[in-house]
């Protein structure tokens, strides 16, 4: 069946990095457009970032642009986020989405936490 696993969240410093790793299985990763969301306590999931299939498309959220990149690896079918010079306000579940397009139904991963705070 189709898995997402996110790994890479935890406690940091504000100004620090993480990488954040989405790996997935039971499906043709290279033909799935791939996102990442994250969701702070009481407000609603926003779009992070997304990245085409073949990685030739990215997009991000204004409040990450310049500062969190993604990236895949279609040969080890696993999406990344990079995440540089993070905020307090970027406190949150962060999860991996994958759709298809022409296709309705998309997968996602069960999140992972990532906390700034000194």
Not at 8 to 36: D, E, H, I, K
Not at 49 to 66: H, L
């Amino acid at each position: 069946q189709v898995q997402l696993v996110e790994s890479g969240g935890g406690l940091v410093q504000p100004g620090g990095s993480l990488r954040l790793s989405c790996a997935g299985s039971g499906f043709t990763f290279n033909t799935y457009a791939m996102s990442w969301y994250r969701q702070a306590p009481g407000k609603e999931r926003e779009l992070v970032a997304g990245i085409s299939s073949y990685g030739g498309v990215t997009n991000y959220a204004d409040s990450v642009q310049g500062r969190f990149t993604i990236s895949r690896d279609n040969a080890k079918n696993t999406v990344f986020l990079q995440m540089n010079r993070l905020k307090p306000e970027d406190t949150a579940v962060y999860s991996c989405m994958a759709r298809r397009s022409g296709e309705p139904r998309v997968y996602w991963g069960q999140g992972t936490q990532v906390t700034v705070s000194a």
